[in-house]
């Protein structure tokens, strides 16, 4: 969003040049860059894109794996697996997208032995680059990437590796098995010395472990019934894609960031997906809130169980007012979002639009139309 208050979720190369980068407040970057145009996120636009690199980039190798909305990954075979092979296919990926999206459009291609050393090799030339690391070239081609350079090491875990007298991706290598798992603190130091040399190591697929929704609020809405009427919404947004993905919640956790002062809650309710019983819960927290200057507002579940592993208490409401939740998406579904919507959050019922979150692909539909960029491009020209 255009405002002062919230941050840059990602930065053109002339941008980058006044230092501003993903993360720089909104603020900030105008005074470090007087004249910065300001474009506000259109997710819509950029999941239309996403399908259309997939879409070409497919018609090439067939798709492995969609790891984000900007990262895909492709299993080579046979005599694909030769480095000039392959480096032919990556180079008519390239050629493909520059001819039917345009020239504004680039990507970098790592080809390795496995997914996370191609991953590794795409930072290696950027933008636009092309690398092939082969198991000779290791650890040699990598060992002038910092360790934060490698996906999966932040600053908090660069610190912990240097406390283990870790300092650069060349003692990465040099370190044995039992060393990274004791560096890493987990069994994912062991599967790093693995990844590193080339192995695919697979992971579990984890359940999702929680649901949240948060909304920076507009200047109109910093204020104590704002709050509560971006709250409502949030909640309604938040329900409907636990109903959508078959989720059951026992824990609400609402937070509200102020720049004098915030305020959370912690909350235990019955198994539930029912909007009605969550703003029965929100408005009883309401009572005690205690925020000054209010800047953000968010939800989120936890403890999410499929219905099946939920045994709703037999005198709960929220089993009976299912049929309700149910008609209410039926509507809106038929009809477009907020055909049917709760009336405490009429002001803010536009506000807290869907976002494309880190490894998310997909935008939530909450009726028909809804984040479809025919939809989003009529809105506006229509301005």
């Known amino acids: 969003y255009d405002h002062d208050s919230t941050?840059?979720?990602?930065?053109?190369?002339?941008?980058?040049k006044f230092g501003i980068k993903c993360g720089t407040n909104i603020g900030e970057a105008k005074r470090m860059c007087p004249g910065l145009v300001v474009v506000g996120a259109t997710?819509?636009?950029?999941k239309a894109y996403h399908e259309a690199l997939r879409e070409i980039a497919q018609g090439v190798l067939p798709e492995e794996k969609v790891h984000s909305i900007d990262e895909m990954s492709y299993r080579l075979i046979g005599d694909e697996c030769r480095p000039a092979t392959a480096r032919a296919l990556a180079t008519q990926i390239k050629s493909e997208i520059h001819r039917r999206i345009g020239p504004y459009v680039t990507c970098s291609i790592g080809i390795a032995p496995n997914t996370f050393l191609a991953k590794i090799a795409t930072e290696i030339e950027k933008p636009n680059g092309l690398v092939v690391l082969e198991p000779g070239d290791l650890p040699g081609r990598v060992s002038e990437l910092k360790l934060t350079d490698l996906c999966g090491i932040n600053t908090r875990m660069a610190r912990r590796l240097n406390a283990a007298m870790i300092f650069t991706v060349k003692d990465l290598y040099g370190a044995s098995s039992k060393d990274l798992r004791l560096a890493f603190g987990s069994i994912m130091g062991e599967r790093w010395w693995y990844l590193l040399r080339g192995q695919e190591v697979t992971s579990k697929e984890e359940e999702p472990k929680s649901l949240s929704h948060s909304h920076v609020l507009p200047p109109e809405l910093r204020n104590d019934k704002g709050v509560r009427e971006v709250l409502v919404r949030l909640l309604q947004k938040a329900s409907a894609r636990l109903r959508a993905e078959d989720l059951w919640a026992s824990t609400m956790h609402i937070h509200v960031i102020g720049k004098i002062k915030?305020?959370?809650?912690?909350?235990?309710?019955?198994?539930?997906?029912?909007?009605?019983?969550?703003n029965d819960h929100l408005f009883r927290a309401w009572e005690?809130?205690?925020?000054?200057?209010p800047l953000q507002a968010g939800v989120c579940f936890a403890n999410l169980r499929h219905a099946e592993h939920v045994t709703p208490s037999l005198f709960d409401p929220t089993v009976e007012r299912a049929k309700l939740n149910n008609a209410v998406d039926s509507l809106n579904g038929r009809f477009g979002k907020n055909t049917v919507y709760v009336a405490g959050m009429k002001r803010a019922k536009d506000h807290a639009t869907e976002k494309i979150a880190f490894n998310k692909t997909w935008l939530f539909q909450e009726g028909k139309g809804d984040n479809d960029w025919s939809t989003k491009a009529a809105e506006l020209l229509g301005r």
């Not at 915030?262 to 969550?278: A, I, N, R």
């Not at 005690?288 to 200057?293: A, C, L, Q």
């Open 262 to 278: 915030s305020w959370e809650q912690h909350l235990k309710l019955p198994p539930t997906q029912d909007t009605v019983t969550l």
């Open 288 to 293: 005690i809130r205690n925020f000054e200057s």
């Open 7 to 16: 941050c840059v979720i990602a930065s053109s190369q002339e941008a980058r």
């Open 43 to 46: 997710p819509q636009l950029y």
